[in-house]
């Protein structure tokens, strides 16, 4: 029993000393603590600035997760009107060109001889006399419209009367263009419309020329394509024109072919026909 009590003892002994042991162990652990604790207040009361730091770098940290968290900022645009768009469809048209401004007449266009617009202009400048007799002066008008150039026309008639084979080597005149008023003939250029106008009483049925009083009109269509029988011997044909109507101013009658193939009168009709007479421009050759 001896034995068995001491060993009990023993065992009890060794339990005692070890909960001794675990004790101290535990309160040395407390005391570490308390001490760590009171080292860091000691710190902190010592240096305040270092918990203000953990502060600041809490609150850092905190916002940058606020700014992570935050929705991004829709940018605002300016509202647009849709434009409708056309649906395509299979067919294909040629797109139409704007008609272009013409600065000239195109090639091949017909001159103006037939619209009327009734006004007369006269061509300025003046072409003096080439001979030493009595001097007859005229002027030269022409339709607003006709598409000539004036001071062509006017040089055209001028070279015409004044020519050695024209009325001024048969008559005792001479022929001196002015822009005055006051001249003794005015030759005008008309469209058929106004020529027929200007030549009543007399009929020109549109086709021909004519003298009345102190007007020599000259029909347009015929000055720009003459006739056939001059076969496109325009120039010609129109000093036959200037002749035959102007003659008409100097007191000359209508003529007739008398001998065929010979140079019709320059007095006979010719745009009405040859009647088998050639063509012929110059008082010279055959006036009556």
């Known amino acids: 029993m001896t034995t068995r009590r001491s060993g009990q003892r023993g065992h009890t002994s060794g339990r005692r000393r070890g909960g001794r042991h675990s004790r101290r162990k535990s309160y040395k652990g407390q005391w570490l603590v308390v001490t760590a604790l009171a080292v860091l207040g000691t ?6 600035d270092v918990a203000h730091r953990n502060s600041l770098a809490a609150q850092a940290v905190a916002g940058v997760n606020e700014v992570a968290q935050e929705e991004p900022v829709a940018s605002v645009t300016p509202r647009t009107t849709p434009v409708p768009v056309a649906t395509p469809t299979q067919k294909f048209t040629t797109p139409l060109r704007p008609a272009p401004t013409l ?8 001159p103006n001889v037939l619209v009327s617009t009734g006004k007369l202009a006269v061509v300025p400048g003046s072409d003096k006399a080439t001979g030493v007799r009595d001097k007859m002066t005229y002027r030269v008008e022409i339709e607003q419209g006709v598409s000539v150039n004036g001071a062509a026309v006017a040089a055209a008639i001028h070279k015409t009367l004044t020519d050695p084979r024209g009325w001024q080597a048969v008559h005792p005149v001479s022929f001196e263009r002015t822009d005055r008023v006051d001249a003794d003939l005015r ?4 469209t058929p419309t106004l020529t027929d106008k200007l030549c009543l009483p007399l009929d020109t049925g549109g086709e021909v020329s004519c003298r009345v009083e102190d007007r020599v009109v000259l029909n347009a269509k015929r000055w720009l394509y003459a006739i056939p029988a001059y076969n496109g011997k325009v120039d010609l044909y129109r000093s036959y024109l200037v002749n035959h109507e102007v003659g008409h101013a100097l007191g000359h009658g209508h003529s007739t072919c008398t001998t065929p193939k010979t140079p019709a009168p320059v007095m006979m009709q010719q745009t009405k026909g040859l009647a088998g007479c050639l063509p012929n421009a110059w008082p010279t050759v055959k006036a009556t």
């Open 187 to 190: 030759i005008i250029l008309a």
């Open 43 to 48: 710190v902190v009361v010592a240096h305040p």
């Open 103 to 110: 600065t000239r007449k195109p090639k091949g266009a017909k």
